[in-house]
């Protein structure tokens, strides 16, 4: 596991769910609820951090943060050559324990299902 720096754990703060997506996907998502009058509210920048290694090469994500609804989402996008979904998954335990839901699962998802990570949120997953 690679250490997460302190820039990217402030940018993770508050994060109260995670939408595998994208930037197709994420701005389709932007677009949809926007053309809805629903709020949203991009920071305007992420973040490419490596989350560890698979076979000496890195394992790396896109993470962009949008206030939605009143909740902050984190959208990921794995973007390195190698991709390891369980070593994802444990870095944004370690890094993003605000999205952990009551019985210990990520309130996490994928783009289609987007609306079910935002209600979770709302109900407060922790």
């Known amino acids: 596991m690679t250490k ?3 820039e990217v754990k402030t940018y993770l703060e508050g994060v109260t769910g995670i939408v595998e997506a994208n930037s197709f996907e994420t701005m389709c998502l932007w677009r949809t609820w926007t053309d809805n009058k629903k709020s949203w509210v991009s920071t ?13 090469m890195p394992v790396c994500i896109s993470i962009l943060t ?6 902050k989402i984190l959208f990921i996008d794995p973007t390195s050559q190698v991709v390891d979904h369980r070593l ?6 370690l890094n993003v324990p605000s999205a952990l839901r009551k019985d210990g699962y990520l309130n996490k998802t994928d783009a289609m299902n987007f609306s ?4 979770t949120a709302k109900e407060k997953v922790t």
């Not at 305007?44 to 000496?56: E, K």
């Not at 079910?116 to 209600?119: I, R, S, T």
């Open 4 to 6: 997460t720096s302190d």
């Open 44 to 56: 305007g920048h992420g973040y490419g951090p490596t989350v560890g290694t698979l076979a000496g």
């Open 66 to 71: 949008a206030t939605v609804e009143g909740e």
């Open 88 to 93: 994802i998954e444990i870095w944004l335990k």
């Open 116 to 119: 079910n990570v935002l209600a």
